[in-house]
């Protein structure tokens, strides 16, 4: 990694990447652009999150999002569920949702009861309302450079890791982790700037060494201090995605990551956990949900089917620069 690249930093320990600070930052400018809107005279965005049955996490989780919706000036809209909720009536729910014009984002927090097909209830949200990014087609959008809604969490690592590196071009960065929701996404972003990913996960042979030779390693595995520190060579940068519940030696439960946090402090930085990746995901969902809204309110929004491919300034497999790529 060269010292253009990276950002000078004196401290001799890994400077630790603050997810709250840049949470709070992105959420500030998540509440201009909404008041900037209401200025000129344009709806105010709307947020719809959905919630079937009463898992604990996820009633924490979905009071955080809606208490963030307020305060950066955007309309929640809240939709309980019973646990025995049909497939059919949320699937009917949903399609209310997407006709709506004052929704411009819909969540449907998962887990989902287990006799709702999960993968069918995400696909039913219309793709410029999928503020999740999970929709088919705003992935394929990601993986050929063609715009759409980012997933939320790799969005927020991207984030992150501008704190730290002005440019990722060349540089070596190993993923561990292929999860459709965080692992691939963030393979198709560092590449979409240039970086060398190597794609990995638990099951990788060699998965030391292979981190050895990183520049910048993104763990994603869901194993709880996976990444020791012979795995991080001096002057590297890691962020950690993963959130592990493990009861500590006082017999409590304590919250961990994918990383060994405490062997890696001759990294250059590193995000902790908690107070890392975590913030951002929610910051960048209300961000995504803006977007959402802009593009509904501009008219600059589609589903997938009505889009103008070769007018897109990208590097899309549709468009001719992708013969020399």
Excluded at 23 to 46: F, H, W, Y
Excluded at 158 to 178: A, E, F, P, R, S
């Amino acid at each position: 990694m060269s010292a253009a690249q990276l950002k000078y930093r004196e401290e001799p320990m890994a400077e630790i990447i603050d997810g709250r600070a840049v949470a709070k930052q992105v959420e500030a400018e998540t509440k201009a652009q909404v008041d900037a809107m209401i200025a000129a005279g344009k709806p105010r965005p709307g947020l719809a999150v959905i919630l079937v049955g009463n898992d604990p996490a996820s009633e924490v989780y979905v009071g955080r999002k809606i208490k963030k919706c307020a305060e950066v000036g955007i309309r929640s809209f809240e939709h309980r569920m019973p646990a025995d909720t049909s497939e059919p009536e949320l699937l009917a729910l949903i399609a209310t949702l997407n006709e709506d014009p004052e929704i411009h984002g819909i969540l449907c927090q998962v887990p989902l009861p287990k006799h709702i097909d999960t993968g069918l209830v995400l696909r039913a949200i219309a793709p410029s309302k999928d503020v999740d990014g999970f929709h088919p087609v705003n992935v394929g959008r990601l993986s050929t450079g063609t715009g759409g809604i980012i997933p939320c969490t790799p969005l927020g690592v991207m984030k992150l890791l501008d704190t730290v590196i002005d440019d990722l071009t060349g540089l070596d960065v190993v993923v561990i982790g292929k999860s459709n929701i965080v692992g691939k996404p963030i393979a198709m972003l560092m590449l979409e700037r240039e970086a060398t990913v190597t794609v990995t996960h638990i099951h990788t042979e060699k998965l030391a060494d292979l981190c050895r030779q990183a520049d910048v390693i993104i763990a994603a595995a869901g194993a709880p201090r996976l990444v020791r520190g012979y795995w991080v060579k001096p002057g590297a940068v890691i962020i950690d995605v993963g959130i592990n519940r493990m009861k500590g030696e006082d017999g409590k439960t304590h919250i961990v990551g994918d990383v060994a946090f405490d062997e890696v402090q001759h990294a250059k930085a590193v995000t902790p956990v908690p107070g890392g990746v975590g913030p951002m995901t929610i910051a960048c969902l209300l961000a995504n949900t803006v977007q959402a809204a802009r593009e509904q309110i501009d008219g600059t929004s589609s589903d997938g089917f009505d889009i103008d491919w070769d007018d897109l300034p990208d590097r899309s497999m549709f468009t001719s620069e992708s013969a020399g790529a």
